[in-house]
């Protein structure tokens, strides 16, 4: 465990555990005082400008009644950043839709879609980013990677055909900031019901729309869910949104492959999650709507 006497008033504090999970690179910690719970992130301080924008952030979030972290400090020492915010009691949305996985959990994704909403509207954003741009990078810098594999699995020239053919939907696509990870293990159940939005990945600008790539790991386990999701989102999504969407779930099953850590079993497990992900559009990426829409 760090060292955390950097740490302005951390004597205060009693240190319960750290937290392995993410891939922030950052240390977190569970914290409590005087009975409450809080979140501790060290990180090096090259990263302190932009964690102190997501810190603030955290502030107009609380102002909205999103239930998610509330700030306490944000500072710095001489090579580390670090930040305490509320901690956001619950269950893992992961771990009550796995534990059952029979039963409906529509109201449920209708909750955590309600919130992205939420999030999404917190903010108006005046950026002169090319979001078409952005995807245009992202897209050379996954298939480069794909095509390095030497490769080629269920649907994948198919999905690969579509992003090139229809990157123009991004085009002109409204802006906001994004969560940067919003998925099942990040969105927690507490004893009432309430849907809480935990671990924010960074300070992306960019459309509303490429923050419900997560829910594709929900996907495997409960159809029901990612529906409530885009219904709390939207009540009735736009015709548009299938279009984007469809492009936006081709990019992140190659942006998967990423991942691997290089082992011929682990390289297996991603391209088997890959061609997972884009079969949602049929077996040859053919369809409009989703399977799980019909």
Known sequence: MENLEFITDIKSYTVIERIAEGNSGDEKYKLEKDGKYFLLRVGDKAKAYEKKK???????YADKGINTHR??????????????????????????????????????????????????????????IDWQDVIAKKTALFL???????????????????ILKNICVTADRPLVALHGDFHWNNCVVDE????GIIDFSGNDIGDP??????????????????????????????????KVFKLYTALYAFEHLMYSNGTVEDTKNHILNAGRILKIFGENFELKLPLFRK
């Open 71 to 128: 700030p306490v400090v944000f500072d710095t020492s001489i090579d580390k950043f670090y930040s305490i915010v509320s901690w956001v009691d619950g269950t893992p949305v992961m771990n009550i839709i796995k534990g059952n996985v029979t039963r409906s959990h529509y109201q449920l994704g209708r909750k955590a879609g309600m919130e992205l909403q939420k999030l999404h509207s917190s903010f108006q954003i005046v950026s002169k």
């Open 209 to 242: 729309w490429y923050d419900f790539g997560g829910m594709l790991w929900a996907l495997e386990y409960s159809d029901s869910f990612v529906n409530g999701q885009i219904d709390g989102y939207f009540d009735t999504p736009p015709d548009e949104f299938w």
């Open 144 to 162: 480069e990677n794909y095509h390095r594999l030497n490769i080629e699995f269920s649907c994948s020239k198919y999905a690969e055909q579509y």
């Open 54 to 60: 997501e810190y603030d952030r955290l502030k107009v």
């Open 192 to 195: 009432t019901g309430n849907v």
